[in-house]
């Protein structure tokens, strides 16, 4: 054996991230001149002219190191939400939190890592990574959050509880109310992590996230991010809101500048644009709301969503209808690494590209 193959078991069983496909791909692969993306969960009106002028401004100091721990950024964050800004971490993408979480807090070779089945896998990657034992537990038949597995999965070692809401692929949201009983139930030494990566897109924000109880409860933490509501998805740019001891703690363990400056320039910016971020939320729930008619029109189930997708059920095969709908320059995202065979996932996108793929979707229905 090669001594440089010579590596980790865990590292040695990981598998490449698989990206959903790209609008060139498609292009190139059918011969099309128009495809429509709808399969990332990406911005439907794109970055913000204000950002896009931000990030152009961002290229004069590109020389120059951004400061460690992006004060301002934190600070502008922060006022944002209503927190103390010791609470605030920036990373490349919420991923970096979730990675730095799972670095720092469980001890290798004792704790574990608590999650629902399917899940972001992210949590699972990174915790194997790290040398922690990963329990998944099943969601039930209606996607909802099976509450009380969850709790039974966890012990005194149990070091992280992962949680996603709204979830993805299922768009479902769990209630504060809930969220809190939950957090109330955990073993002493359990942090448990809200994914609040689609939180804007709920109907009523306060009625599904603990951002603003943060102070009653010392064992929660919410990781958010800048790429869907606010469209910056290619800056790498999230963060998490944390206990200030931890934050402090998973500051030193950061990389330094992680954080570069057309994302903090981009952040900052995207932060003052209220404007856009408004018409990005209007868009997206009043077309989730049309989409979610029409498709059940169409025969298709459809999962009632919180988050800016929706996962339904075709009346025909899920697999048949990803590929003719490729085939007619519409990509959406097909479920089955997440176990749903029979189920499909799209993004809500602008009113033109949502009526494209509804449009496609009835050609290959009937």
Same mark, same amino acid.
């Given at each position: ?8 078991? *865990?590292?040695?069983? &990981? ?8 609008? #060139? ?9 128009? %495809? ?6 990406? +911005?439907? $009106?794109?970055?913000?002219?204000? %950002? ?17 721990? +992006? ?9 944002? $939400? ?16 979730? =990675? ?11 704790? !574990? ?42 012990? #005194? ?44 897109? @709920?109907?009523?924000? =306060?009625?599904?996230?603990?951002? !603003? /109880? ?35 703690? $998973?500051?030193? @363990? ?10 903090? &320039? ?16 209007? %868009?997206?729930?009043? *077309?989730?709301?049309?989409?979610? /008619? ?15 997708? $929706? ?18 320059? %519409? ?9 749903? =065979? ?11 590209? !949502?009526?494209? &793929? ?9």
């Amino acid at each position: 054996m090669d001594p440089l193959l010579d590596i980790r078991e *865990e590292a040695a069983a &990981f598998t490449p991230y698989v990206a959903g496909l790209s609008i #060139d791909e498609i292009k190139n692969r059918y011969g099309l001149t128009n %495809v429509v993306k709808l399969a990332s969960n990406e +911005n439907p $009106l794109g970055t913000s002219p204000v %950002v896009k002028k931000a990030v152009a401004e961002s290229a004069e100091f590109a020389f120059r190191y951004t400061r460690h721990g +992006n004060p301002e950024l934190n600070a502008a964050i922060a006022g944002h $939400l209503g927190v103390d800004a010791a609470r605030v971490v920036c990373g490349n993408g919420s991923d970096e939190i979730i =990675d730095l979480l799972c670095r720092v807090k469980p001890r290798p070779g004792l704790d !574990n890592v608590v999650a629902c089945k399917p899940c972001f896998s992210m949590y699972r990657s990174q915790t194997l990574l790290a040398g922690a034992e990963f329990r998944q537990v099943p969601i039930k038949d209606d996607f909802s959050f099976d509450w009380d597995g969850l709790a039974e999965a966890c012990d #005194d070692n149990t070091a992280l509880v992962f949680v996603t809401s709204p979830d993805n692929p299922s768009g479902y949201a769990a209630t504060a109310g809930e969220l809190a009983a939950f957090a109330r139930r955990l073993p002493p030494r359990a942090l448990l992590v809200v994914d609040e990566a689609y939180v804007d897109f @709920c109907d009523e924000l =306060d009625a599904f996230s603990l951002i !603003n /109880r943060l102070d009653e409860f010392p064992n929660v933490a919410v990781t958010r991010t800048f790429s869907k509501a606010y469209g910056l998805a290619g800056l790498r740019l999230g963060y998490g809101v944390l206990p200030p001891a931890l934050a402090e703690k $998973l500051l030193a @363990c950061q990389i330094p500048f992680s954080v570069n400056q057309a994302a903090l &320039f981009g952040g900052l910016a995207a932060l003052e644009d209220t404007v856009h971020l408004g018409e990005t939320l209007r %868009v997206t729930r009043t *077309e989730r709301e049309r989409l979610t /008619r029409e498709l059940t029109a169409l025969g298709c189930r459809v999962q009632p969503s919180q988050a800016n997708f $929706l996962l339904f059920a075709p009346p025909k095969s899920a697999k048949r209808v990803f590929e003719d709908l490729l085939a007619r320059g %519409v990509i959406i995202r097909p479920l089955a690494s997440y176990g749903l =065979d029979d189920s499909l996932r799209v993004s809500i996108g602008r009113e033109d590209e !949502n009526t494209t &793929f509804l449009q496609a979707l009835k050609g290959v229905l009937a």
